[in-house]
């Protein structure tokens, strides 16, 4: 990084959602939000900030996770989604500073001082 420069991760988040659509996209893993803090120090990081995101997509996740014969977004739930987000996304932006679940995590860190 730059002097005073900050690093923007996206990961995904529980664990326990890990299945079949983790895999048709690619995602080895999912991270719990210690493990994330713990490999951000590991790598001479400190976390200015780690914020979980996406409450909405845990149900649909799973649910194509678990349920689905082809694991894959599909246009239809898709639409679904961006439905029910124009509702959810007010809720969500009101609560997020205290939400401590979501389908991700972002975590915004700096070099260690």
Known sequence: ???????VVLVPAHPRLFGALDRAYGHERRYTRE????LAADAGLEV??????NALGILGW?????????PRL???SLRWYER???????VEDRIRPRLR????????A???R
Do not use: I, Q
């Open 48 to 53: 200015v900030g780690l914020t979980s995101f």
């Open 84 to 90: 029910l987000l124009h509702l959810w996304r007010p």
């Open 35 to 38: 493990r994330l803090t713990r």
């Open 110 to 112: 700096r070099p260690a």
């Open 1 to 7: 990084l730059r002097p005073g420069g900050v690093v």
């Open 101 to 108: 679940v979501g389908l991700s995590l972002v975590l915004v």
């Open 74 to 76: 599909d246009p239809a």
């Open 62 to 70: 799973w649910t194509k996770t678990r349920f689905s014969p082809h």
